[in-house]
């Protein structure tokens, strides 16, 4: 079953002289469930990608299709609910709250859309993360391997429709990457989460169902 379909979404900075294109018809789908790794070089248009599928931009020109609903129909404050109920964001730097323990960060976005915290959930979620024993810890007290986790729980508290990772290992040492890869993947498989990471490194990628390649804002292989 699909769960995302862009259709020639195409994104235009600035005019004439200083005309870019970020992105030209990028078109692919992804299926529930499925594991997505979006690679190229830096200034490829991955990022920007991705930031238009989780509704943080808006394109050009262009479409993307969330269980059927093309989210640039929305209005701002139907945008701001999908980025808060079904996209989970992970990102290269973390981005924890520094006064808050890793139980409160990863319960944040519930509290955010005044939503219970489902305790069983919250449990089974920490024990997955590895973090039940750090729980009650602040950020600066943590690694940057449990910080990242942290944020990944942050990312799957809501049952988003989409996870989007952005470089998720970039500020990692080699065996905490492959711990969160690893993570990432058991999440993938046990809780059937579709995930859409980028990355510009082929060893982390290559965990992927499927990897996209990106240049110069196109798709060069992988759009099925």
Not at 74 to 98: C, S
């Amino acid at each position: 079953m699909e769960i995302l379909k862009v259709e020639n979404l195409t994104k235009i900075y600035g005019k004439d002289t200083t005309k870019v294109v970020a992105l030209d018809h990028v078109s692919f789908s992804v299926e529930k469930g499925e594991f997505v790794a979006i690679v190229g070089a830096s200034g490829s248009g991955k990022s920007t990608l991705l930031h238009l599928i989780g509704g943080v931009d808006r394109p050009t020109s262009g479409k993307v299709l969330v269980d059927g609903e093309d989210i640039f129909n929305f209005d701002e404050d139907k945008l701001a609910i999908f980025r808060r109920r079904q996209v989970g964001l992970i990102y290269q730097f973390y981005n924890l709250i520094p006064i808050l323990n890793v139980e409160e960060n990863i319960t944040l976005p519930l509290a955010l859309d005044n939503r219970q915290v489902d305790q069983e959930k919250l449990q089974e979620l920490l024990l997955l993360l590895g973090l039940n024993n750090r729980k009650n810890h602040l950020p600066n007290e943590l690694s940057g391997g449990q910080q990242q986790r942290t944020s990944i729980g942050r990312a799957l508290i809501t049952n988003p429709a989409l996870i989007l990772a952005d470089e998720p290992t970039g500020n990692l040492d080699t065996k905490a990457s492959e711990e969160i890869v690893a993570l990432l993947k058991k999440t993938n498989k046990e809780l059937k989460q579709t995930i859409v990471m980028i990355t510009h490194n082929l060893e982390i990628a290559a965990a992927a169902d499927r990897i996209i390649k990106l240049e110069d804002g196109k798709i060069v292989d992988g759009d099925k």
